[in-house]
């Protein structure tokens, strides 16, 4: 059961340099998520997708941007990279009930990509 | 607008001493309530969610939770603390009007060290 697979898992990058990091999943799921994970902060949103051909701005969305490539995978693109913007990001995915007004499906996170930007 | 408040940022336990990690929400609506442990160096694993049922919810490696309403809280609970157990911990709600997102609002997180 591959899951969340996410790559790569480490990088480094110079202030200026554009990266994009890719997720996939292999559950069928709806919805696809971007955090970014820094100390103190706990899981911060940047963008979400809760369908094919559809994204929405998270908490944090500045300085990224994303593409639902189709059902499976979610990428995310640092088009100017920013000290900033030095974090670990993790990519999760989820069933979507499409019924009442709260889904009870558990998201499925990836194990992260560790980025830094000197 | 829901949110989660998680009650101290670390907390430290001996092995085999009992572990109390706290979360309350605010939530115009009864909420679904998460709880995740995130080991180092990997993503977030699901231990137990509450959604409808049952207030006392059994999760993975011998954790518990129990939603009361009341209190709006979800606290979670081992009888005796291992090892292995460290790690950080975060208390998710789901969002109001996240049948079509699934979204979900995390706590800050609780690291919680075991002390031999």
């Known amino acids: 059961n591959a899951g969340v697979t996410q790559t790569p898992k480490f990088q480094v990058l110079k202030t200026g340099q554009s990266m994009t990091l890719q997720c996939a999943q292999d559950?069928?799921?709806?919805?696809m998520y971007w955090y970014r994970q820094d100390p103190g902060m706990g899981l911060r949103l940047i963008y979400y997708s809760a369908s094919e051909g559809t994204t929405d701005k998270g908490e944090v969305p500045n300085g990224y941007n994303v593409s639902r490539l189709n059902k499976r995978e979610f990428s995310l693109r640092l088009e100017s990279a920013a000290p900033s913007q030095t974090s670990v990001y993790f990519c999760?995915?989820?069933?979507?009930?499409?019924?009442?007004?709260?889904?009870?499906?558990?998201?499925?996170f990836g194990d992260g990509t560790r980025l830094s930007i000197l | 607008a829901q949110s989660v408040t998680q009650l101290g940022s670390h907390v430290s336990v001996s092995e085999g001493a009992l572990v109390l990690l706290r979360c309350n929400y605010s939530?115009?609506?009864?909420?679904?309530l998460f709880w995740y442990v995130q080991y180092p160096n990997q993503g977030l694993q699901l231990l137990l969610k509450?959604?409808?049922?049952?207030?006392l919810v059994k999760g993975i490696n011998g954790f518990e939770a129990e939603f009361k309403k009341s209190e709006t809280s979800f606290h979670l609970t081992k009888p005796s603390a291992h090892m292995s157990d460290a790690a950080e911990y975060f208390c998710a709600v789901s969002n109001f009007g996240s049948s079509n997102t699934g979204k979900l609002i995390f706590g800050q997180g609780t690291t919680l060290q075991v002390k031999p």
């Open positions: 559950m069928n799921h709806n919805s």
């Open positions: 939530s115009s609506v009864p909420p679904y």
């Open positions: 999760a995915s989820s069933d979507t009930p499409g019924q009442g007004f709260l889904s009870n499906q558990p998201q499925h």
């Open positions: 509450y959604t409808t049922g049952a207030t």
